[in-house]
C-alpha cells in the first residue's frame, strides 16, 4: 500500500523559513500528482499546493509568492518551502497523492508559527 510520510514541521518565529518533506513509498511522486494541504484547529482541511507528473504547479492564493512545491524524483520525495511565515499558517500540514483512483494521505506535521 502506498505510504506517505511528512515530516519538516516545528515551531518557527514569524517571517522566517520551513521547509516540509514528503517521502513516498509503493509509489512514483514523478508519475501522479501531489498536493499539500493543511488543517488549522476549528478548521476545515485546505489545498495548499499541487504539482502534477506533468510539472504544473498551483498554489492557494493565500500562500502564492511565499510557498513553494517542488519534486525530487531520484529521492521519491515533494518538498514545500514556506517562507515569511505569518501565524495564520499555524496548523497540521498534510501530503495527500492520487494514485490508481485511489487517493493517500500522509500521518501529517504540525507547524505552529509564533508572533
Known amino acids: 500500500q502506498v505510504q506517505l510520510v511528512e515530516s519538516g514541521g516545528g515551531l518557527v518565529q514569524a517571517g522566517g523559513p520551513l521547509r516540509l518533506f514528503c517521502v513516498a513509498s509503493?509509489?512514483?511522486?514523478?508519475?501522479?500528482?501531489t498536493s499539500w494541504y493543511r488543517q488549522a484547529p476549528g478548521k476545515q482541511r485546505e489545498a495548499v499546493a499541487t504539482?502534477?507528473?506533468?510539472?504544473?504547479?498551483n498554489y492557494a492564493d493565500s500562500v502564492r509568492g511565499r510557498f513553494t512545491i517542488s519534486r525530487d524524483n531520484a529521492k521519491n520525495t515533494v518538498y514545500l518551502q514556506m517562507n515569511s511565515l505569518k501565524p495564520e499558517d499555524t496548523a497540521v500540514y498534510y501530503c495527500?497523492?492520487?494514485?490508481?483512483?485511489?487517493?493517500?494521505w500522509g500521518q501529517g506535521t504540525h507547524v505552529t508559527v509564533s508572533s
Open positions: 495527500k497523492s492520487v494514485s490508481s483512483s485511489t487517493t493517500y
Open positions: 509503493r509509489t512514483t511522486l514523478s508519475l501522479i500528482t
Open positions: 504539482i502534477t507528473s506533468g510539472g504544473s504547479i
